[in-house]
């Protein structure tokens, strides 16, 4: 039975009750009807949420979560992480990269994630040889989503540079070597993968590693309407140079130079000044914000207000993976306006006073925008992407409507997801995964192989 009876449905237009969802055998809804009688032989949930878009992975970083956390020499830094994380990127075999992106995103669906955005820029072999088939790791990518049974928006990565002006790459970036028609190569080759659960975008990693020429070519020579991401002023340094190299801050820069529209994603958006708080709120473009990895790394914290004052898109994103729940960046997001700002409840608009619902409801439309699929609503035409939340729980149990993302969101650890549709399948039911031993058993051995290879 492709159908489901929610008590409670957050719909776009907020919070309803007695609602018939029903999807068809491709995974997209068909209906969703308010205020219904519950159907026979149809099961019944309490509260369904849509399922929330992750518009920020490099899913190999997941093996590396919580090995970085010791302290070296000298103070450390992004930049010293990313030395660190590289050492990691160097020997990492296909196999090794499908058998972690299938754990990463098992993790990613039990916790409420049922999109992702991949930032794919492990390209080449180790040691920068091409491999036979131009879109070989990022094949692996796709298959990983394939057996964990999550929506994927793959974006293969522009790599030319080591910074600005061109630099040439440090033999730490080799494998990540792509060039425009690499790139739109690997689109390509990705074609015939294109459907209800997969799309295919493309990514300059950043104004450091691709110029402003080639990034012009890019998103002429893409698709129209597919998604573009970019790392953006993720740390004063990056700032600095570029200024030193441009003139410009990086956000102001990029929306000189680049029909910057509502296709792009800009990732961190760190550091910005007024008027480009301004520009990129005005541009339609998403702001992807990965606040725990950005906490991780030491980068800073994003404008938030100012940014929604005028509008502004976002999304969220677990980046590095030292965390795998929306539930996590959308709390630190609030948390880090809230430690700044030496205030409360920061994220509203609107009419919208719950800081739970604008936060779910906010991140649902920027993260589909960015996904570049036709998901983030229970509305008919989108995808059958859903979370089921445990009712029973104490936290949720008997709670009204709008407390629903409250307690969600801000309160305590237990996983209250507990069953996940996902493009029309139950992937999750009762919290477990429907693959999770299998997929957990090859995770383990990739990491085994990867540190004993490291030894
Ligand atoms: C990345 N990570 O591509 O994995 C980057 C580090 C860089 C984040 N920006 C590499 N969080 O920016 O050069
Ligand atoms: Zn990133």
Redesign the pocket.
């Known amino acids: 039975m492709r159908a489901l009876f929610a008590r409670h449905a957050l719909l776009p237009e907020g919070w309803r009750r007695d609602v018939v969802i029903e999807w068809d055998i491709h995974g997209d809804l068909t209906g969703v009807h308010p205020d219904s009688h519950p159907p026979l032989n149809v099961a019944r949930a309490d509260y369904v949420l849509p399922g929330m878009v992750n518009l920020h992975s ?1 899913a190999f ?1 997941r093996a590396l979560g919580g090995l970085t956390e010791r302290a070296g020499d000298g103070p450390d830094s ?1 930049w010293t ?2 030395d660190l ?1 590289y050492r990691f990127a160097a020997s990492i075999t296909p196999e090794q990269i499908e058998a972690i992106a299938a754990q990463l995103y098992v993790e990613c669906l039990r916790h409420g994630y049922t999109s992702v955005c991949e ?1 794919h ?1 492990l390209q080449r072999a180790p040691g920068g040889q091409a491999y036979a088939r131009v879109a070989e790791t990022a094949e692996r990518v796709a298959a990983g989503a394939h057996e964990a049974g999550m929506g994927l928006s793959l974006l293969p ?1 522009l790599y030319s540079h080591a910074g600005f002006g061109a630099q040439p790459l440090k033999p730490g970036q080799e494998r990540f070597r792509t060039g425009v028609d690499e790139v739109l190569g690997i689109v390509e080759a990705l074609a015939p993968l294109r459907g209800g659960q997969f799309e295919a975008g493309a990514a300059p ?2 104004l ?2 691709a110029g402003i020429d080639q990034i012009r070519a890019l998103a002429a020579g893409l698709p129209q309407a597919r998604p573009l991401h970019i ?1 953006i002023a ?2 004063q340094a ?1 700032v600095e140079q570029c200024l030193a190299h441009t003139g410009r801050r990086p956000v102001a820069y990029l929306m000189d130079e680049i029909a910057v529209g509502a296709r792009w994603c800009l ?2 958006a760190t550091h910005l000044v007024e008027s480009e708080v301004q520009s990129l709120a005005g541009s339609g473009a998403v702001a992807g914000l ?1 606040p725990t ?2 906490a991780n ?1 030491g ?1 800073g914290l994003f404008p938030l207000e100012p940014y929604l004052a005028a509008g502004g898109v976002f999304g969220v994103g677990s ?2 993976h030292v965390s795998q729940s929306p539930v996590e960046e959308l709390r630190w997001l609030e948390y880090g306006q809230r430690l700044q700002h030496q205030r409360r409840n920061i994220a509203v608009g609107g009419a919208q006073r719950e800081v739970g619902d604008f936060l779910w409801q906010a991140a649902l439309r920027g993260g589909a925008q960015a996904a570049g699929r036709r998901v983030g609503a229970l509305e008919a035409g989108r995808r059958a992407d859903l979370l089921v939340l445990d009712g029973s729980h104490p936290n949720l149990d008997g709670v009204l409507d709008a407390e629903v993302l409250g307690r969600f969101l801000f309160c305590g650890n237990d996983n209250l997801v507990r069953d996940v549709l996902c493009g029309g399948r139950w992937v999750v039911q009762g919290g477990r995964h429907m693959a999770q031993d299998a997929i957990a058993q090859r995770y383990r051995q990739a990491v085994k192989q990867l540190r004993e290879g490291s030894q």
Do not use: I, K, P
Request: charged share 25%.
């Open positions: 490099h970083q992004f992480w990313r994380m930032f820029y990565v990693h950043s450091r590693a790392h993720e740390q990056e990732v961190h990965c990895t950005e790394l980068d980046d590095s």
